[in-house]
């Protein structure tokens, strides 16, 4: 049964996609809604830094799941990048490089026929990578943040640490980073969510954060929706810093796009 204000379309094709970044090839899972007409919304699904061995497998593996909802019940199309080193990409993990492929992501969404508008909702770093594509890519419409990190200054402070988790996730292989090592932790400090933020002025920002998230403060939440200036800021009570498995930030977030869909039409 769907609930109430949302568009029901009560099946959904799956596609496995790839699409392009830079010179590398990525891999996509891909909801199409079974809805007839034009103007249909698509949504990235954004998801965060993978974390212990094999990580880079498993950390989007719940994200299939959401984006087979937003196109069943919504009538959206719903795409899950696998950013460069995850499973089925090429390529490797870099901050500015994640980033640039959630710009390419956008752009692939915006060219199929039906899509007349994207949105950007993602995961931890991948909530704030989110808010620095849609600052270069002003076809992006809005934002949903989950758990972002204001900025990654905890990265900045031990990046070769960084660099060890990436390895044991498998987003980062060999002993070396293309390039050198300086220059691939040098975007850790050039990147950030709450500089980014005000470049997406006149556009939504939807900031959702749990007041026990121990992994990124709540207070780098608050920084990143004043940033913005006209943010949506939902705290939920109690949540940790996997809201994905949090009913209530998702039924925030459902209901979030849900009303975007409403405003761009």
Known sequence: VARPGLRVSRL?????????SGDLTLAAHLELPET???????VLIIHGF???PRGGANSPSTLPELASRIATEMGWVAMVPHLRGMEGSEGYFSLDGWRDD???AAVDLLDRPRVDGVWAIGFGTGAALAVCAAARETRIRGVGALAAPADWSEWVAEPRRLLIHARRAGIVPGDEVTGGFEE?????GDLAAERAAPDMAGRALLVVHGTEDDVVSPL?????????GAADLRLIEGAGHHLRHDPRAIAVLLGWLDRQRGLAG
Not at 12 to 20: C, G, I, L, P, R
Not at 220 to 228: P, T
Request: aromatic letters at 8%.
């Open 102 to 104: 959630v710009q390419a």
């Open 184 to 188: 691939w932790a040098a975007a850790f």
């Open 50 to 52: 993978p974390a212990g």
């Open 220 to 228: 780098e939440a608050r920084a990143l929706a004043a940033a913005h």
């Open 36 to 42: 007839g007409g034009e103007g249909v919304p698509g």
């Open 12 to 20: 959904s094709a799956v596609a496995e996609h790839h699409f392009t």
